[in-house]
């Protein structure tokens, strides 16, 4: 078992920044990928963005692109979504996930552990 904790999600104006975390812990697998999803209410799941820890550029969704940054700590498991220009449309809750193989995938159906998710509320 893998389990994944986010933190630092809160409240923002629209066009600042905020800097989520996660931390995986558990049979971690280093061929594997770790992804951000997001949820607002109402909504289906969405993919935000993935990093394969055996290497690669992370990979991203249009709707981010060149707002958001994710990237791995010094320790071990470590991962980062930097989220610049916020809009009030990136409000959601922001999961993140990890896959046993590493498939870049842009699907939920691509990664078999979730964290519990924090809440991103970005105001006009």
């Known amino acids: 078992q893998v389990q994944l904790v986010e933190s630092g999600g809160g409240l923002v104006q629209a066009g600042g920044s905020l800097r989520l975390s996660c931390a995986a812990s558990?049979?971690?697998?280093?061929?594997?990928?770790m992804g951000w999803f997001r949820q607002a209410p109402g909504k289906e799941r969405e993919f935000v963005g993935g990093?394969?820890?055996?290497?690669?550029?992370?990979y991203y969704a249009d709707s981010v692109k060149g707002r958001f940054s994710i990237s791995r700590g010094n320790a071990k498991n470590t991962m980062f979504l930097q989220m610049n220009s916020l809009k009030p449309e990136d409000t959601a809750a922001y999961y993140c996930?990890?896959?046993?193989?590493?498939?870049?995938?842009?699907?939920?159906?691509?990664?078999?552990?979730w964290g519990q998710g924090t809440q991103v509320t970005v105001s006009s």
């Open positions: 996930a990890s896959s046993i193989l590493s498939r870049r995938s842009y699907s939920a159906s691509g990664y078999e552990y």
């Open positions: 558990g049979r971690t697998f280093s061929s594997s990928d």
């Open positions: 990093i394969s820890w055996s290497g690669g550029s992370p």
